[in-house]
């Protein structure tokens, strides 16, 4: 099968691999859709993301894939041959790592019941917690919204990690496709007022209308007073969900007493010097930078509701769509911060 590979110098390449053989636990899932991943794909590709070493590539790259089961495993209790799934992976095949490998043609499943009775429990160190993501969704959502389903539920499942909640002010630097999915989801459960601030107009315009009450283009170092104007006393919690380790030294001026900086997704940068000369005498400081899958799977549910409800519509979340022929071409674009929102690559 054809798989998407970065090689060790970060090259994108696309090359031939074995197709994944299931377990008997498993379920082998011929790939539809991934979804590029502003976060994780591109730390990957810029060989800079935590916990994967450099001696681990050349390796497959993609996580946020739908797919159809095409076959099952002797054990398999949970899937059915043509069932749609999401999150899919692939790899390590033929030679080469995994970054969860969902850019292949095709990939596998964990039946989560069938562990169990096989004997792999949630403790077990052999127990894949993916599988408790790894869910069945229904063959009317257009495969492409089910790809952007897997981010939405990964903001909610943070959301609700961070303790965020109505009538509590929120200001999220960073309006790519993270934050804006924060903010119209922050703006359904009541949470207010939202500040949505980022460097670029045109994603700004975007986060007004997913439901942020003001926004700033913070390039002109007058944000503190701006958000001290409508909120005195500082926000109650400050999201970073762009990524970068230097807007928690930013955050400082504008978090109120006993307020939350919240960092979403790995950083690039690991460690930085850390700056609360301008904030308030208490204050804390959380990660979340890989939402659990279990927590995933929590809010799930929601997602399918309010999708159904008609309030949040999936393809206002994607801007781009490409073939898997032009996948290289998706992520030059990518590369040069043209893709405004979700990006999803197809599978004939």
């Known amino acids: 099968m054809k798989s998407l590979i970065v090689e060790k110098?970060?090259?994108?390449?696309?090359?031939?691999v074995p197709v994944p053989v299931p377990t008997?636990?498993?379920?082998?899932?011929?790939?539809?859709?991934?979804?590029?991943?502003?976060?994780?794909?591109?730390?990957?590709?810029h060989r800079a993301f935590k916990g994967i070493g450099k001696e681990q590539y050349p390796l497959m790259l993609g996580h946020?894939?739908?797919?159809?089961?095409?076959?099952?495993?002797?054990?398999?209790?949970?899937?059915?041959?043509?069932?749609?799934?999401?999150?899919?992976?692939?790899?390590?095949?033929?030679?080469?790592?995994?970054?969860?490998?969902?850019?292949?043609?095709?990939?596998?499943?964990?039946?989560?019941?069938?562990?169990?009775?096989?004997?792999?429990l949630p403790d077990s160190a052999d127990f894949p917690p993916n599988c408790y993501a790894q869910n069945v969704i229904d063959k009317k959502i257009p495969v492409n919204h089910a790809v952007v389903i897997i981010t939405l539920r990964e903001v909610l499942a943070s959301i609700r990690f961070f303790g965020i909640e109505h009538d509590q002010s929120v200001a999220v630097f960073g309006c790519g496709p993270?934050?804006?999915?924060?903010i119209?989801?922050?703006?359904?459960?009541g949470v207010g007022p939202i500040f949505a601030i980022d460097i670029i107009d045109e994603k700004l315009k975007m986060a007004k209308t997913c439901g942020a009450d003001y926004v700033f283009n913070n390039t002109d170092g007058t944000l503190d007073a701006m958000i001290h104007e409508v909120c005195p006393k500082g926000v109650d919690y400050v999201i970073d969900a762009s990524g970068a380790s230097a807007v928690i030294n930013q955050a400082m001026?504008?978090?109120?007493?006993?307020?939350?900086?919240?960092?979403?997704?790995?950083?690039?940068?690991?460690?930085?010097?850390?700056?609360?000369?301008?904030?308030?005498?208490?204050?804390?400081?959380?990660?979340?930078?890989?939402?659990r899958?279990?927590?995933?799977?929590?809010?799930?549910?929601?997602?399918?509701?309010?999708i159904e409800k008609g309030v949040v519509d999936p393809e206002e979340f994607?801007?781009?769509?490409?073939?898997?022929?032009?996948?290289?071409?998706?992520?030059?674009?990518?590369?040069?911060?043209?893709?405004s929102r979700k990006c999803v690559v197809t599978f004939d």
């Open 9 to 16: 110098d970060g090259t994108l390449v696309v090359k031939e």
């Open 24 to 45: 008997p636990v498993q379920a082998l899932v011929k790939i539809e859709a991934c979804g590029i991943c502003n976060g994780t794909d591109t730390k990957l590709i």
């Open 64 to 120: 946020e894939a739908v797919g159809t089961v095409v076959e099952i495993g002797d054990k398999v209790k949970s899937y059915r041959k043509g069932d749609r799934v999401l999150l899919p992976y692939a790899g390590p095949l033929g030679g080469y790592g995994s970054g969860w490998g969902a850019f292949s043609e095709y990939g596998t499943v964990d039946d989560v019941v069938a562990l169990q009775e096989s004997g792999v």
């Open 178 to 182: 993270v934050g804006q999915t924060f």
């Open 184 to 189: 119209k989801f922050m703006h359904l459960l």
């Open 253 to 291: 001026g504008i978090i109120k007493d006993r307020g939350k900086i919240c960092c979403y997704g790995i950083s690039e940068n690991l460690d930085m010097n850390l700056d609360w000369s301008r904030a308030d005498y208490n204050w804390q400081l959380i990660f979340q930078q890989m939402p």
């Open 293 to 306: 899958k279990v927590e995933e799977q929590q809010a799930f549910s929601q997602i399918l509701v309010w």
């Open 318 to 339: 994607i801007s781009d769509v490409y073939d898997f022929d032009h996948v290289l071409e998706a992520f030059k674009k990518l590369e040069r911060k043209e893709i």
